[in-house]
């Protein structure tokens, strides 16, 4: 297999098997509606998780599946988000319902041809839909919006006598959409909660990497869709999954070599794609050879990955982050060390932890949710 940066699905896609299996059983009964929310870290594999899903759902010939992920909208506006799932959906369905044209095209179509192309009754839903989608505006009302677009899954797998899988990547960045420059994602999470309640037949997966927003959304008991929907955390690989990985493209790895390489990348998949990428380029693999590449992604692509996501942080944030990376843990230390007052310093701490870089492993200790960013800061960051 070659080294990817891309989510992976089928033949290179690793690990994970017990999750898998558990969500391809429950996800396959026809008479659950139970929806799964998978969160972690950001490059752990979540998009990965959910295409494998995908693709292993695709062969079961009663179930439908949608990918969509939030993070594609561009203008995150309520109008763009419920146009282009509606479209999703719509795509999914579309060998069952033996539409030869994609969602994008029949919108382009004149009403009058369109009424011609799906005159079959089941396709009237599908017209429907369409004509509703072409006619969105900017200042329509958010909840029938937000209605049309969930109940549609709904009315297809009804319809098509079939299940519904809607799994939404980066579920919680539906809190930041807008409509008419007003903030509606959180109203329109909780719409979406009160239509899952009701469905029969459709049902959802989603995945968020910022914990606590994930938390807003799903993780908390007081939040919309806890009990409807299944946690479940994606952890780094443990030991023999690096190995697995590595050695699926480098045959000739050595041990100490992959030992280097987990301890490096503590086991998250998108760095040990990363170094076998640059690995696999240089050809030859000695332990001293992985340190040396290790360092040269830590200059070059670390300072890509790493550098605009740190100079967007406030500068009080930044020195708390880097005060953490070279080894203060506690409110107390990190206070010494920044000179502030300790109730600023746990505001920013809950900022940072908010925005996905600061995890609070246990009471009054913090650390750095990425390993490998908390190494870029300690090396690459002059205080
Ligand atoms: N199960 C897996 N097996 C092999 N590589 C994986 C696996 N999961 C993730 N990766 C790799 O890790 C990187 C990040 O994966 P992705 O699914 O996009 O993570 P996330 O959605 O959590 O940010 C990609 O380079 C992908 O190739
Ligand atoms: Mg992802």
């Known amino acids: 297999m070659q080294f990817t940066l891309k989510p992976v699905k089928g033949e290179g896609f690793i690990d994970r098997q017990e999750l898998l299996e558990e969500m391809f059983s429950e996800l396959t009964d026809i008479n659950s509606t139970t929806g799964y929310a998978v969160y972690g870290k950001r490059r752990i594999g979540k998009t990965s998780i959910l295409k ?41 369905y579309r060998p069952l319902l033996g539409l030869r044209y994609r969602a994008r095209e029949l919108i382009q179509t004149p009403f009058a041809v369109l009424r011609k192309i799906l005159d079959r009754s ?24 937000v209605e049309n677009t969930f109940s549609l899954p709904e009315k297809l797998a009804k319809n ?19 409509s008419n420059n007003s903030k509606v994602g959180e109203a329109v999470i909780r719409k979406i909660r009160s239509i899952f309640e009701n469905w029969e037949r459709t049902t959802l997966c989603i995945s968020g990497s910022i914990r606590s927003t994930m938390n ?5 008991s007081t939040s ?22 590595l050695s699926s493209s480098i045959l000739d790895i050595p041990e ?4 280097e390489i987990h301890k490096f990348s503590t086991g998250i998949p998108f760095y040990i794609q990363f170094i076998g990428k640059m690995l696999e380029r240089r050809g030859e693999v000695t332990v001293e050879g992985i340190k040396e590449i290790e360092e040269e992604f830590l200059r070059e692509e670390g300072d890509i990955l790493f550098k605009e996501e740190f100079e967007n ?23 010494n060390s920044v000179g502030d007052k300790v109730s600023n310093v746990n505001r920013f701490l809950k900022y940072l932890e908010e925005k996905g870089y600061v995890l609070k492993k246990e009471k009054g200790y913090y650390v ?3 390993p490998v960013f908390e190494r870029w800061l300690r090396d690459r960051v002059d205080v």
């Not at 098509?160 to 807008?178: A, G, H, N, Q, Y």
């Not at 009990?227 to 952890?235: D, F, W």
């Not at 100490?256 to 030992?259: D, P, R, T, V, Y």
């Not at 406030?314 to 230390?333: D, Q, Y």
């Open 256 to 259: 100490e070599g992959i030992a």
């Open 313 to 335: 942080l406030s500068s009080k944030e930044r020195l708390i982050v880097i005060n953490i990376a070279k080894g203060c843990h506690t409110p107390k230390e990190i206070t």
């Open 368 to 370: 750095i949710e990425d």
């Open 216 to 220: 807003l959304a799903v993780l908390s």
């Open 52 to 92: 494998e899903v995908q693709r292993r759902l695709h062969e079961e010939h009663k179930i439908v599946s949608v990918y969509f992920s939030v993070w594609d909208l561009i203008e995150f506006s309520l109008v763009e988000f419920c146009q282009k799932l509606d479209m999703e959906i719509i795509d999914a």
């Open 160 to 178: 098509t006598d079939t299940k519904c899988v809607l799994m939404i990547d980066e579920f919680p960045s539906i809190s930041e959409l807008r």
């Open 224 to 245: 919309p869709f806890y009990r409807q929907l299944i946690i479940k955390e994606v952890k780094p690989f443990e030991r023999e999954y690096t190995k697995e990985l």
């Open 122 to 145: 089941e396709l009237k839903i599908v017209y429907d839909e369409l004509e509703f989608l072409i006619s969105l505006k900017e200042d329509m009302d958010k909840n029938l919006l």
